[in-house]
T-cell receptor, first 111, second 114 residues
Framework: DQQVKQNSPSLSVQEGRISILNCDYT??????FLWYKKYPAEGPTFLIS?????DKNEDGRFTVFLNKSAKHLSLHIVPSQPGDSAVYFC??????????FGAGTRLTVKP | NAGVTQTPKFRVLKTGQSMTLLCAQD?????MYWYRQDPGMGLRLIHY???????AKGEVPDGYNVSRLKKQNFLLGLESAAPSQTSVYFC?????????????FGPGTRLLVL
């Protein structure tokens, strides 16, 4: 029962263009959403988060959008850089110690 | 400031053998977590701890035990390893509970059970 789904295993974009990573969830009790970035042989690192009371959160080149009615969130990276090439995990939390992760999307940014 | 460290980085076990994975954090965080990551799946929570001396079950606790004798350390034990426990194990810590604070992850332990 995967409550958080990232349907695109991989994404390839050209340097300087926009990268859009998508995430869908099924549990309407989720109220806090996060994106983590993971390089090979390293643990995930926090990128950006959004609370369910907001529909957008921005941090530099990274913007997360939340559409609660569609149970969908997306991560926009503008402009994309080769150093952004990594696996991106979407995560959602609905309780004090409950966190569900998507399977990840591998982003490749080509120079 | 090392953050979250994990020992060992890689281990091969035979079915039925036991081992302990060690996680250490130097950020004085109250909360610590053990996850496993399998191909095509997201990270899944095995066990967690909300403070020294406390532990609780996560989403996939069967076949694992944990202990938090010291605030900075969180141990994950496999008493009798099975091939289904072949995975990459990540430890994480946070100053507050999930959904309130982000987590800081260690680099992972790759475990192969033959």
């Amino acid at each position: 029962d995967q409550q958080v789904k990232q349907n695109s295993p991989s994404l390839s974009v050209q340097e300087g263009r926009i990268s859009i990573l998508n995430c869908d969830y099924t549990n309407s009790m989720f109220d806090y959403f996060l994106w983590y970035k993971k390089y090979p042989a390293e643990g995930p690192t926090f990128l950006i988060s959004i609370s369910s009371i907001k529909d957008k959160n921005e941090d530099g080149r990274f913007t997360v959008f939340l559409n609660k009615s569609a149970k969908h969130l997306s991560l926009h990276i503008v402009p994309s850089q080769p150093g952004d090439s990594a696996v991106y995990f979407c995560a959602a939390s609905g309780g004090y110690n409950d966190m569900r992760f998507g399977a990840g999307t591998r982003l490749t940014v080509k120079p | 400031n090392a953050g979250v460290t994990q020992t060992p980085k890689f281990r091969v076990l035979k079915t039925g053998q036991s081992m302990t994975l060690l996680c250490a954090q130097d950020m004085n965080h109250e909360y610590m977590y053990w996850y496993r990551q399998d191909p095509g799946m997201g990270l899944r929570l095995i066990h967690y701890s909300v403070g020294e001396g406390t532990t609780a079950k996560g989403e996939v606790p069967d076949g694992y035990n944990v202990s938090r004798l010291k605030k900075q350390n969180f141990l994950l034990g496999l008493e009798s390893a099975a091939p289904s426990q072949t995975s990459v194990y990540f430890c994480a810590s946070s100053p507050a509970g999930l959904g309130q604070e982000t987590q800081y992850f260690g680099p992972g332990t790759r475990l192969l059970v033959l």
